[in-house]
């Protein structure tokens, strides 16, 4: 397959049908050299795909150059250890504020929720989080079975239970308004043919499980290679290395955990009809159906 397939507006240059055409559309929805493009590289990005929209392209553009003005309009154009309980608090809160931000955002908004939804699943979210992390913590300080040397390996993986923890109850209240409602489903024609609360119940496992395994790497592999790194002779002689060596270590594992957890399933998913309400096997001669799971 080419490169460059033929150009289509407002569609991914990769097949979003299979896993790794999922995950190189995202790697390439955050590649970092868009960060350096210019005000006037992005207006003549614009300018190219109005040309493409009006039929009126100039001679000699290719795939690949429409293909590049896409991407650089939908991107540009939008993206420790040893912690005290304050510390704890603050960026777990931090966390899931933004993670609550971002469910309710990417959620399927086929039904209106009022701000008080928004408000009590904040609040759960957040608390779930916080209490979470501090209780881990609590339980580590006080297991006097443990070393100083295996408290302070194991308080390096108390992030990753207590984020992934947080992350799966924060989806569920700040989407829990689509359990009881149902979410839209729609049939090949993209025409709405229901709502159901089967969809919706897939809908928030498929977004849980990427909640899971998104700080999966990064949260879980830093601690293992960095208690390799730190025993080396060179981080050992020279300790003011230790937090760039991290800081690096930290930015790959994120570049790739982001890109890996949403590529898990399509944000359009399908379902068999036959898996749903009744009224809605009742409503399509369609097998199979089609639901926005959200991000």
């Known amino acids: 397959m080419s490169e460059y397939p033929p150009f289509q507006y407002g569609k991914s240059r990769f097949d979003q049908n299979t896993f790794f055409g999922r995950f190189r559309h ?28 009006q039929g009126t392209l100039p001679l000699g553009v290719t795939d690949a150059q429409l293909w590049q003005a896409q991407k ?10 040893n912690q005290t309980l304050a510390s704890t608090v603050f960026w777990q809160w931090l966390n899931q504020s ?11 908004a086929s039904k209106p929720a009022p701000a008080s939804k928004f408000l009590q699943g904040y609040l759960g979210a957040v608390t779930s989080a916080v209490s979470i992390a501090v209780g881990l913590n609590v339980l580590i300080q006080r297991a006097s079975r443990f070393s100083p040397t295996t408290r302070l390996l194991v308080q390096r993986f108390i992030p990753f239970p ?30 709405v043919v229901g709502t159901s609360k089967v969809a919706a ?21 830093p601690p293992l290679i960095m208690s390799a790194l730190e025993k080396l002779p060179l981080l050992q002689r020279q300790k003011r290395l230790v937090l760039p060596v991290h800081s690096l270590v930290c930015l790959a594992a994120f570049s790739l955990a982001l890109p890996l957890a949403i ?12 898996q749903l309400e009744p009224e809605i096997t009742m409503a399509t001669d369609c097998k199979i159906v089609t639901y926005n799971k959200g991000l």
Do not use: W
């Open 26 to 53: 995202f790697l390439d929805v955050i590649d970092p050299s868009t960060l350096f493009v210019t005000e006037k590289r992005l207006r003549e990005c614009v300018e190219l795909l109005d040309h493409f929209k």
């Open 72 to 81: 650089i309009k939908q991107v540009v154009g939008l993206l420790l250890p």
């Open 98 to 108: 933004h993670n609550a931000c971002v469910n309710y955002s990417n959620r399927n």
């Open 162 to 191: 207590a984020v992934a923890s947080a992350n799966v109850c924060n989806v569920v209240l700040m989407r829990h308004s689509e359990l009881s409602e149902g979410i839209s489903v729609l049939d090949n024609n993209g025409n």
């Open 201 to 221: 119940r897939h809908a928030l496992l498929e977004t849980a499980l990427t909640r899971v395994v998104m700080p999966m790497p990064i949260l879980v592999l």
């Open 263 to 274: 590529s898990l399933f399509p944000q359009m998913s399908q379902i068999s009809v036959d």
